[in-house]
DNA sequence: AATGTAGCAATCATTTTGATTCTTTCTTCA
DNA sequence: TGAAGAAAGAATCAAAATGATTGCTACATT
């Protein structure tokens, strides 16, 4: 797959390492890099910007060739990427550019965005319960709900969790004597509370965290073009489970993620599938899954058929 | 804000300011960090891990403090950062580790979980799609379309862009003569076209895409807590531009991604706001704003009032 | 044809990093 | 209780990486 062992490439310092997966990645991901860009970026001398194309030439003498005209390295034909850069990787750096975003300012390239963030959740709050969490200790905050304004909470919480939409943290919740997902920025005046933590507080005693399902998508069964489904999300053929040949995604996520995942996706979570095939592009074959979900109210079409009460049901939407 | 001016820190090398950013992370989001650790993901040795910690402690003396204890630094009560990291790039750094992504494997945190990832693009599509782009080409490929299947197409891509769920790929379609978003992954055989470039098929003729439109964002006017609403969506009271105080959030954003922004914050942009305040959030109080979107049927309440008839309109959902 | 730019290569100076040794502080365990 | 061990700091010297400089080449611009 790769031009080079990556053993090779152990040899080299991290900061090595580095320029030439800079240069690895501009080839790939724009066709071009010169050496000016390279020392630029990590604010080197002319004498190591040649040394370091020196050296990717060594390493993969066929992935680029120096057109004179413009003086640029071009990416060839027969390019073999020296790094792996998987493609969820790849556009964050093209949306937000290469680096960590600390070191130094980053370059963006300026034809890739992302999904403009409305809420991010504030610093501190979000440094606060990181080190809450790596810490093992609970935090006192002011949690701004929607059903019941504002209330403060001891909260002992031990993961952070993005939903499709909004940044959670997952925890136990003292005031409920539950675990339950909170919502960062509805959070205020958060602050490390030095109390005792029970076991019964800790995330090993989160079941609905720790147990995993497997959900079964499939295209929905009322549209017309279930191969253009398949495709897009890289549904397998090979369904052992059964007899039939239904593509079918399988994907596994914990319990207390799983209904948040079917509905960001828009999964038709009904026995019957009875969800309008243009709005849901997917069905939930095994939705008999979710019995085991808390937060099922969130699942499209399945706390419905169940005459649940979605409005007296706690979840962080 | 920061502990030390920006300009001091741009005295040191690149990798020099790359470990102290580390520690300066580490301090603030997990609380501590060993010698041993930062050694180990930067592939150092020892001399060189305690020089790094004895500059951190020159530029930042206050920040952090050796317990003889378990031979760990601790962040101190008067910790002011180093380097500024924003909430999105931490959430990403502990989502999915420090540094590119490239040069060395990341460690995560173990405790901060993004979205799962259902459909990245394929690895050549984006790199073939975003080298395109950067060179000013056409490409040649075969697009599964939810509504005709199969075809091939030669595109002018311009942009690849997020719309909240999936990427596309966003350029001028000539089978269509129009500009068009494209799924990246429905995308198959794609390939470099090299034929000529006109005027019109470029990202300056786009005018969907570059005109920028302004979003109001409102809390849904038959929500019972519109506070937790308005502190959710951190909007502003100073909405300067009518006579009333009523929180309002802008959102600048191009007319071309208005529509999906809508759709994946559930803003409900019918005239009269009647869609249910359960489901829907927000409101758009500019509804009038999408006149200008030739996608509007996706947003949400806004083509139905308008009889329009969404099963015709072609849109990559 | 002259000039400028940006690449390569080679050399030597400078800076950074590694290896080694000795010390300190606190934990662990016999 | 006291000795061993682990992981930090500090200092020194060696090795490696980087910077500065010079001379060269290919091509674009004028």
Redesign the interface.
Same mark, same amino acid.
């Given at each position: 797959m790769f031009a080079e062992p990556a053993t090779k490439l152990d040899n080299y310092?991290?900061?090595q390492?580095?320029r030439l997966?800079y240069i690895?990645?501009r080839l790939?991901?724009?066709?071009?890099i010169a050496r000016g860009e390279l020392m630029e970026h990590?604010?080197?001398a002319v004498a190591s910007g040649t040394r370091d194309f020196t050296l990717y030439r060594e390493l993969a003498p066929e992935n680029l060739v120096l057109r004179h005209e413009n003086k640029r390295y071009y990416?060839t034909g027969h390019f073999k990427p020296l790094?792996? %850069? /998987?493609?969820?990787? $790849?556009?964050?750096?093209?949306?937000?550019g290469?680096?960590?975003?600390?070191?130094?300012p980053r370059e963006v390239?300026g034809?890739?965005?992302?999904?403009?963030?409305?809420?991010?959740?504030?610093?501190d709050t979000?440094?606060t319960l990181?080190?809450a969490?790596?810490?093992g200790q609970a935090v006192k905050l002011i949690y701004?709900?929607?059903?019941s304004?504002g209330s403060q909470r001891v909260i002992v919480p031990?993961?952070?969790?993005?939903?499709?939409?909004r940044?959670h943290v997952r925890g136990y919740c003292r005031k409920h004597s539950q675990f339950r997902d909170f919502?960062c920025?509805?959070i205020?005046d958060i602050r490390i509370d030095h109390t005792e933590i029970a076991p019964a507080e800790l995330q090993a005693a989160d079941t609905e965290w720790n147990q995993q399902l497997t959900l079964e998508l499939v295209p929905h069964p009322g %549209? /017309?073009?279930p191969? $253009?489904?398949a495709?897009?999300?890289?549904m397998d053929r090979a369904d052992t489970s059964s007899q039939t040949t239904q593509p079918v995604?399988r994907?596994a996520?914990r319990a207390a993620?799983a209904c948040y995942?079917l509905r960001?996706?828009n999964v038709d979570c009904s026995s019957d599938h009875r969800l309008p095939a243009?709005e849901y592009?997917l069905w939930l074959r095994n939705h008999e899954t979710l019995k085991q979900c808390s937060n099922a109210v969130l699942a499209p079409g399945y706390a419905t058929e169940r005459r649940g009460s979605?409005?007296n049901t706690k979840v962080s939407?």
């Open positions: 310092a991290y900061a390492r580095e997966a690895d990645f790939q991901y724009q066709g071009s990590f604010g080197t990416r790094f792996p %850069h /998987d493609s969820q990787t $790849a556009l964050n750096t093209l949306a937000h290469f680096g960590d975003g600390v070191t130094s390239s034809f890739c965005e992302d999904t403009p963030d409305l809420i991010a959740p504030p610093r979000l440094a990181s080190r969490i790596s810490q701004i709900s929607l059903s304004g031990h993961s952070i969790v993005n939903n499709g939409q940044w919502v920025t509805r205020t %549209h /017309d073009h191969k $253009a489904i495709l897009d999300f890289n995604r994907v996520i993620r995942l960001h996706w243009y592009h979605p409005m939407r």
